[in-house]
């Protein structure tokens, strides 16, 4: 038995009611609800043994209700732990005991099959947002002008920059400190022949803004108002 297959139907929630074929009619996962499951997660190898409640093929989990059954559903109980499909290492059908069901299959044999979570994955991908968050943390200036960083911003577009404490540094070879004016751009020696790339981007954002503020500045055009007739 296929118990941990992915979910294919959309909008349908499995419940534990006795003789319903209607939800997830399609799934073998449905048929192992209100049996007893013994559940191993990849989170600090958790396992949860108790009833299984629902499958939510919406948020893609399971529910099992960790309290012993009762002699009546009218009196059973609720602990539910939630757990997310893609966490699952195994998933058992099990019996009162806690011994496997012999007639009963995990997810090793699940149709489409479900893979263990892969922390390795996972840990780089964190590892790469981390990166990714700390580069931009890297383009942002630690109090300086907003025009400072306006300016940084638009060489960064076109050469790679770094902040220095509040001077910019271009293409390793051009520094740029406050005021921030093409008239401060300093080169090392030997590397004057990328002061003019540089002043060229300034120039295009300097004129850039003082045009953006002079269309600011524009008066309003007023319009004449007609006389009235007869008046």
């Not at 319903?20 to 009619?25: F, M, P, T, V």
């Not at 009833?51 to 539910?80: C, E, K, M, R, W």
Request: glycine fraction near 8%; hydrophobic fraction near 40%; avoid cysteine.
């Amino acid at each position: 038995m296929a118990d941990g297959k992915r979910l294919s139907t959309a909008g349908k929630v499995a419940t534990p009611k006795v003789g319903d074929q209607s939800i997830l009619n399609d799934s073998h996962l449905v048929k192992a609800i209100g049996k007893r499951v013994k559940v191993s997660t990849s989170i600090a190898n958790n396992v949860v043994e108790g009833t299984l409640f629902v499958a939510d093929p919406i948020s893609n989990t399971i529910a099992v209700n960790t309290v012993a059954a009762a002699p009546h559903a009218s009196q059973q109980p609720g602990n539910y732990t939630v757990i997310s499909i893609p966490h699952i290492q195994d998933f058992k059908i099990v019996t009162d005991d806690g011994a496997a069901d012999p007639s009963a299959t995990g997810f090793d044999t699940a149709l489409p099959p479900i893979a263990p979570l892969d922390l390795g994955a996972l840990k780089a991908r964190e590892e790469a947002q981390v990166r990714k968050l700390m580069e931009k943390e890297a383009t942002r200036g630690k109090g300086v002008p907003k025009e400072a960083q306006e300016i940084f911003d638009a060489i960064n577009r076109t050469l790679p920059t770094r902040w220095h404490e509040q001077s910019i540094v271009i293409n390793d070879a051009v520094i740029l400190g406050p005021p921030y004016t093409i008239n401060d751009l300093k080169a090392e020696q030997g590397k004057e022949r990328n002061v003019e790339q540089i002043r060229k981007i300034m120039d295009s954002f300097f004129a850039r803004k003082k045009a953006a503020q002079q269309g600011g500045n524009r008066p309003g055009v007023v319009t004449p108002i007609a006389p009235k007739k007869g008046g």
